[in-house]
């Protein structure tokens, strides 16, 4: 049996081992007994480690011999993306193996010794060398490397390699640390339809012992688990973004005080939602959540209701240029985020802009003349003459007007989709400490529709 492939045929060595593969593959392994299914599993995982190596230099010598240009692809990445369909993580790994191809580390992962992971702790130890030490250093640290890979797993295997280069080079702590710093990284994904976002971390070790920490604490088995007489069915995964959950509102708890910020989270639900508990708030960070998990994480924190009674003044007049946190609050009930056009920002990245008339030129605090812009909507209006004015026939509140001489005047930007504002601007905000104080309003709300039902039915 042999493999063609775009007119070539693999060779003979090839064809026998697929052909036993094949063979391989219509066993039945369903009374076999387990001593025989683990030598399966140890002589699998030895073809596995052998198989990585010729491949690393048969990959190596077709880069040699421009053996993807003379297959009509346009480079040996789009030979292994576009020829082969490999995802282009793997195939940049298929790369880095060919420039090891000959090395020793490889040479230990042809004969079955070294597994894959073995490798990469070999390889970003190498990496880990400063490019003072010379080919003897890197040399003694890959052999003695590939020794203890032979007796050790791969968690021991990376924290002898510590040791190692702490041995061999003890300064590279110090002289690391700005690139430590340089690739440390948090990133949170957008939410999909599912309202579920993904995140990615580097993280520089204080955040790793810190985070180690975090799962000690409150990731544990048992921890955080509302039902002491139900078993925890939580995976290790879910414990750790429970207690990460935890330990971040207790971070936010601590330090309202000293951020200033009026609350931890705001989240924009409006009343029709809360007394059906359906559909989702937005928060002011721009995070749609569910209306029950948005009341599950206001439990004993302070309500802020818009469309109440006279008890906090929202019109500041002259007495001072910035926004109070009540009329930010009252702010992001009304637009949600950027009143421009343009803009998706979540109002936790807007300023209060002075939508009238600007501070300098006598404008107001008060709530009916702010508006949200984000930082850069709100430099772009004394940078490049944008102009905005109060308009409640706007979706947004607030009408922005693009510069003279511009082709957006002839063709001004459509106006956000949205819903009107949430309320007159004029009204304040009263603060409820109490969600009693919420089912209350709720209760009433419930009772006028049901006395309207009634005298409609009568």
Same mark, same amino acid.
């Given at each position: 049996?042999?493999?063609?492939?775009?007119?070539?045929?693999?060779?003979?060595?090839?064809?026998?081992?697929?052909?036993?593969?094949?063979?391989?593959?219509?066993?039945?392994?369903?009374?076999?007994?387990?001593?025989?299914?683990?030598?399966?599993?140890?002589?699998?995982?030895?073809?596995?480690?052998?198989?990585?190596?010729?491949?690393?230099?048969?990959?190596?010598?077709?880069?040699?011999?421009?053996?993807?240009?003379?297959?009509?692809?346009?480079?040996?990445?789009?030979?292994?993306?576009?020829?082969? =369909?490999?995802?282009?993580?793997?195939?940049?790994?298929?790369?880095?193996?060919?420039?090891?191809?000959?090395?020793? =580390?490889?040479?230990?992962?042809?004969?079955?010794?070294?597994?894959?992971?073995?490798?990469?702790?070999?390889?970003?130890?190498?990496?880990?060398?400063?490019?003072?030490?010379?080919?003897?250093?890197?040399?003694?640290?890959?052999?003695?490397?590939?020794?203890?890979?032979?007796?050790?797993?791969? =968690?021991?295997?990376?924290?002898?390699?510590?040791?190692?280069?702490?041995?061999?080079?003890?300064?590279?702590?110090?002289?690391?640390?700005?690139?430590?710093?340089?690739?440390?990284?948090?990133?949170?994904?957008?939410?999909?339809?599912?309202?579920?976002?993904? #995140?990615?971390?580097?993280?520089?070790?204080?955040?790793?012992?810190?985070?180690?920490?975090?799962?000690?604490?409150?990731?544990?088995?048992?921890?955080?688990?509302?039902?002491?007489?139900?078993?925890?069915?939580?995976?290790?995964?879910?414990?750790?973004?429970?207690?990460?959950?935890? /330990?971040?509102?207790?971070?936010?708890? /601590?330090?309202?005080?000293?951020?200033?910020?009026?609350?931890?989270?705001?989240?924009?639900?409006?009343?029709?939602?809360?007394?059906?508990?359906?559909?989702?708030?937005?928060?002011?960070?721009?995070?749609?959540?569910?209306?029950?998990?948005?009341?599950?994480?206001?439990?004993?924190?302070?309500?802020?209701?818009?469309?109440?009674?006279?008890?906090?003044?929202?019109?500041?007049?002259?007495?001072?240029?910035?926004?109070? =946190?009540?009329?930010?609050?009252?702010?992001? *009930?009304?637009?949600?985020?950027?009143?421009?056009?343009?803009?998706?920002?979540?109002?936790?990245?807007?300023? /209060?802009?002075?939508?009238? *008339?600007?501070?300098?030129?006598?404008?107001?605090?008060?709530?009916?003349?702010? /508006?949200?812009?984000?930082?850069?909507?709100?430099?772009?209006?004394? #940078?490049?003459?944008?102009?905005?004015?109060?308009?409640?026939? *706007?979706?947004?509140?607030?009408?922005?007007?693009?510069?003279?001489?511009?082709?957006?005047? *002839?063709?001004?930007?459509?106006?956000?989709?949205?819903?009107?504002?949430?309320?007159?601007?004029?009204?304040?905000?009263?603060?409820?400490?109490?969600?009693?104080?919420?089912?209350?309003?709720?209760?009433?709300?419930?009772?006028?529709?049901?006395?309207?039902?009634?005298?409609?039915?009568?």
């Amino acid at each position: 049996m042999s493999e063609t492939v775009s007119g070539g045929t693999a060779g003979t060595e090839l064809a026998v081992v697929l052909a036993s593969l094949d063979q391989h593959l219509q066993r039945d392994w369903t009374d076999t007994p387990p001593p025989q299914l683990h030598a399966e599993l140890v002589a699998l995982e030895q073809i596995q480690r052998r198989i990585r190596a010729t491949q690393a230099r048969v990959m190596a010598a077709a880069r040699a011999t421009s053996t993807a240009r003379e297959m009509g692809f346009i480079n040996d990445r789009q030979m292994l993306t576009g020829g082969l =369909r490999l995802a282009p993580g793997d195939a940049r790994g298929r790369l880095d193996d060919a420039g090891i191809a000959e090395s020793a =580390r490889m040479r230990a992962s042809a004969s079955g010794a070294v597994s894959a992971g073995q490798l990469r702790v070999i390889g970003k130890a190498l990496d880990a060398l400063s490019d003072e030490c010379d080919d003897e250093v890197r040399d003694r640290l890959e052999q003695k490397l590939i020794e203890a890979a032979e007796k050790s797993t791969t =968690r021991q295997l990376q924290d002898h390699a510590h040791r190692l280069l702490d041995a061999l080079d003890p300064g590279r702590t110090e002289r690391d640390a700005a690139e430590r710093a340089r690739r440390r990284s948090v990133t949170c994904g957008g939410q999909g339809l599912d309202l579920m976002a993904t #995140a990615s971390m580097t993280m520089d070790p204080q955040l790793a012992a810190l985070m180690r920490e975090v799962h000690a604490r409150w990731g544990q088995p048992g921890r955080l688990w509302p039902d002491p007489d139900a078993p925890d069915t939580r995976s290790d995964g879910q414990r750790m973004h429970d207690a990460m959950v935890h /330990a971040l509102q207790l971070a936010l708890s /601590a330090d309202a005080r000293r951020t200033g910020a009026p609350a931890a989270i705001v989240v924009r639900v409006d009343l029709d939602q809360l007394t059906t508990l359906a559909g989702c708030g937005q928060s002011d960070g721009g995070i749609r959540i569910p209306v029950l998990q948005a009341l599950s994480m206001a439990r004993g924190n302070h309500w802020f209701l818009a469309l109440c009674d006279q008890e906090m003044d929202l019109k500041l007049y002259r007495s001072r240029r910035t926004a109070s =946190r009540y009329q930010r609050l009252a702010l992001f *009930a009304a637009y949600g985020g950027c009143t421009h056009p343009d803009c998706d920002q979540d109002a936790r990245h807007c300023e /209060a802009h002075h939508s009238a *008339a600007p501070w300098s030129a006598g404008g107001l605090t008060n709530i009916d003349q702010l /508006a949200l812009a984000s930082g850069d909507c709100h430099a772009m209006i004394h #940078a490049t003459g944008w102009r905005t004015i109060p308009d409640r026939t *706007a979706p947004q509140g607030v009408r922005w007007i693009p510069p003279s001489g511009t082709p957006r005047v *002839a063709a001004p930007p459509p106006a956000k989709a949205g819903q009107q504002p949430l309320a007159p601007l004029e009204a304040p905000i009263l603060p409820f400490a109490l969600l009693r104080d919420l089912d209350d309003g709720i209760r009433r709300r419930f009772g006028a529709a049901a006395d309207g039902e009634r005298a409609k039915a009568a």
